[in-house]
């Protein structure tokens, strides 16, 4: 990003390994202007933000009043008098907008993933409020209680809204390589081979690798399995900055960096342009698991072990069940047409009933909508011998199952056939959100730290379902469920849902 790859010129990268010769690669011209992104996202969202505001605001303002005149009273308070509502909502607007920013909100370390800057929209609109009500109390001016209800929760929607359109906008400009910091990898090759990886599967997170820079790495090398060119050793950092146009290091590992090499890179960056990001040997860990504290100069990075505590689990208990059994009563119509269909349309049960693992390890009985011919189970050994779903060593999927009934092939590509597991959720065998239910013959082939996905309850849906389901590998599955087991919050089993209920109504095949 930045430049224009057809127009650009040539600089040599120099290496201190001496397998090769010198290599060039291409380079933007000096003249040539680099855009901040940063910047300009940061300006576009203030815009769509204040935007947002004169409307809320003066909108609910024209609801609760109308058109005409209206002040706000303040008797025996710091000031005598009355204020016109429309002096009092500029006001609001002015100093929400000043909130906002207060807050970074539109800080580019948390634009564009997680849940940071939705969760700081919030805070910051409701301790305002909350200094609001504080100020009038203490001062007497009699605010129109409506309209301060009305503006509260109506802003912070149509904000978070806002955001999550702009997001959207820029995850799809992400996936092309624009809108993202420009990443060069310093540390181990082994490192830098696994944090490419990782960066390159979530190009949404804003991390667009343009080259690495490895001990002894020579110019005419790749980072294995991608594309992306080593620049050099470590000490062709400085060159490698320069013709890559990288603004952000990440240094994947310290293994084979000298004692003072950290620092020294820190040092040779531009202030405010170029940033350092240190990547740290642990994986899987959220955010609130981690803190960390300087001590005698040194940044120590703490990392909270995972707790399971029962208020956690009396909550999520809670939530469940509400939600469950508000679902079933709502889809109610949808469960006996669906019944009907499937005993309509092949011979039979509605239901099919399956063992599966639960929590602590124990087995349970699991409800789905039957998709299949009723003697499915009978023909599965034969097409395990058939076609194994390639990369799951543990699962089997077909994409083409002969046994699912036409019904079937239309329930699954909508994941109806798994709304009767509201009823387990109900029972209390499984949860709304978690791990996904294995077979007892899966658990047989499990390594000892996969069981720690029994330490809560499985769910209908789970981050594995949401993020790539069939398509990953076994690995990848186990990595999803034990990292959302460790990492549980009740903000994620939402946007889980979120985006399940999104999954669902795509085309394809999302069969859990």
């Given at each position: 990003?930045?430049?224009?790859?057809?127009?650009?010129?040539?600089?040599?990268?120099?290496?201190?390994?001496?397998?090769?010769?010198?290599?060039?690669?291409?380079?933007?011209?000096?003249?040539?202007?680099?855009?901040n992104?940063?910047?300009?996202?940061?300006?576009?969202?203030w815009?769509?933000?204040?935007?947002?505001?004169?409307?809320?605001?003066?909108?609910?303002?024209?609801?609760?009043?109308?058109?005409?005149?209206?002040d706000?009273?303040?008797?025996?308070?710091?000031?005598?008098g009355?204020?016109?509502?429309?002096a009092?909502?500029?006001a609001?607007?002015?100093?929400?907008?000043?909130?906002?920013?207060?807050?970074?909100?539109?800080?580019?370390?948390?634009i564009?993933a997680?849940?940071?800057?939705?969760?700081?929209?919030?805070?910051?609109?409701?301790?305002?409020?909350?200094?609001?009500?504080?100020?009038?109390?203490?001062?007497?001016?009699?605010?129109?209680r409506?309209?301060?209800?009305?503006s509260?929760?109506?802003?912070?929607?149509?904000?978070?809204?806002?955001r999550?359109?702009?997001?959207?906008?820029?995850?799809?400009?992400?996936?092309?390589?624009?809108?993202?910091?420009?990443?060069?990898?310093?540390?181990?090759?082994r490192?830098?081979v696994?944090?490419?990886?990782?960066?390159?599967?979530?190009?949404?997170?804003?991390?667009?690798?343009?080259?690495?820079?490895?001990?002894?790495?020579?110019?005419?090398?790749?980072?294995?399995?991608?594309?992306?060119?080593?620049?050099?050793?470590i000490?062709?950092?400085?060159?490698?900055l320069?013709?890559s146009k990288?603004?952000?290091?990440?240094?994947?590992?310290?293994?084979?960096?000298?004692?003072?090499?950290?620092?020294?890179?820190?040092?040779?960056?531009?202030?405010?342009?170029q940033?350092?990001?240190?990547?740290?040997?642990?994986?899987?860990?959220?955010?609130?698991?981690?803190?960390?504290?300087?001590?005698?100069?040194?940044?120590?990075?703490?990392?909270?072990?995972?707790?399971?505590?029962?208020?956690q689990?009396?909550?999520?208990?809670?939530?469940?069940?509400?939600?469950a059994?508000?679902?079933?009563?709502?889809?109610?119509?949808?469960?006996?047409?669906?019944?009907?269909?499937?005993?309509?349309?092949?011979?039979?049960?509605?239901?099919?009933?399956?063992?599966?693992i639960?929590?602590?390890?124990?087995?349970?009985?699991?409800?789905?909508?039957?998709?299949m011919?009723?003697?499915a189970?009978?023909?599965?050994?034969?097409?395990?011998?058939?076609?194994?779903?390639a990369?799951?060593?543990?699962?089997?999927?077909?994409?083409?199952?002969?046994?699912?009934?036409?019904?079937?092939?239309?329930?699954?590509?909508?994941?109806?056939?798994?709304?009767?597991?509201?009823?387990?959720?109900?029972?209390?065998?499984?949860?709304?959100?978690?791990?996904?239910?294995p077979?007892?013959?899966?658990?047989?082939?499990y390594?000892?730290?996969?069981h720690?996905?029994?330490?809560?309850?499985?769910?209908?849906?789970?981050?594995?379902?949401?993020?790539?389901?069939?398509?990953?590998s076994?690995?990848?599955?186990?990595?999803l469920?034990?990292?959302?087991?460790?990492?549980?919050t009740?903000?994620?089993?939402?946007?889980?849902?979120?985006?399940?209920?999104?999954?669902?109504?795509?085309?394809?095949?999302?069969?859990?």
């Open positions: 990003m930045g430049y224009d790859r057809g127009a650009a010129s040539t600089v040599t990268a120099e290496s201190t390994d001496d397998r090769g010769p010198e290599r060039t690669v291409p380079v933007a011209r000096r003249d040539e202007p680099v855009e992104w940063r910047r300009i996202y940061a300006r576009r969202l815009m769509s933000d204040l935007l947002v505001l004169v409307w809320v605001v003066f909108g609910t303002q024209i609801a609760w009043f109308g058109f005409g005149a209206a706000l009273a303040i008797e025996g308070g710091l000031v005598d009355e204020v016109s509502y429309w009092a909502s500029t609001l607007i002015i100093v929400w907008m000043l909130a906002l920013s207060l807050a970074d909100t539109r800080d580019h370390r948390v564009g997680g849940s940071a800057e939705y969760a700081r929209i919030a805070r910051s609109s409701v301790t305002l409020f909350g200094v609001i009500a504080i100020i009038a109390f203490l001062t007497q001016i009699e605010v129109a409506g309209f301060l209800l009305l509260l929760p109506l802003g912070i929607l149509i904000l978070l809204f806002e999550w359109l702009w997001r959207h906008w820029l995850i799809a400009k992400r996936s092309s390589g624009a809108y993202s910091a420009r990443v060069l990898l310093v540390g181990s090759r490192s830098v696994d944090i490419a990886n990782e960066l390159l599967r979530t190009p949404s997170a804003g991390y667009h690798v343009v080259g690495a820079c490895v001990p002894g790495g020579a110019v005419a090398d790749t980072i294995e399995g991608t594309g992306i060119p080593i620049m050099g050793s000490s062709a950092l400085p060159t490698a320069e013709v990288a603004d952000t290091v990440v240094v994947t590992s310290t293994d084979e960096l000298p004692a003072d090499k950290v620092k020294q890179i820190s040092w040779g960056l531009e202030a405010g342009r940033h350092l990001v240190l990547a740290p040997g642990i994986a899987d860990i959220a955010g609130p698991r981690i803190s960390s504290r300087p001590v005698a100069g040194l940044p120590l990075l703490h990392v909270e072990t995972p707790r399971f505590s029962g208020g689990r009396v909550l999520k208990r809670i939530v469940d069940v509400v939600a059994v508000v679902g079933v009563i709502l889809i109610s119509p949808v469960l006996a047409f669906l019944a009907l269909s499937i005993r309509l349309s092949s011979p039979g049960p509605v239901f099919f009933r399956q063992q599966r639960g929590h602590g390890g124990r087995e349970f009985t699991m409800l789905k909508f039957r998709s011919v009723v003697d189970e009978a023909r599965l050994a034969a097409l395990m011998d058939q076609e194994r779903d990369g799951n060593a543990v699962l089997f999927k077909m994409k083409h199952d002969p046994r699912v009934t036409p019904i079937g092939r239309i329930m699954r590509r909508l994941s109806l056939d798994e709304l009767p597991q509201l009823f387990n959720v109900i029972g209390g065998s499984m949860s709304l959100v978690g791990p996904r239910p077979l007892p013959r899966e658990v047989e082939l390594a000892d730290h996969v720690r996905r029994f330490l809560v309850k499985p769910g209908i849906t789970g981050l594995w379902q949401v993020s790539g389901r069939s398509s990953l076994w690995e990848e599955s186990v990595r469920d034990l990292s959302y087991v460790e990492n549980w009740l903000v994620g089993d939402v946007v889980i849902l979120f985006k399940t209920a999104r999954a669902a109504l795509l085309p394809g095949d999302t069969a859990f």
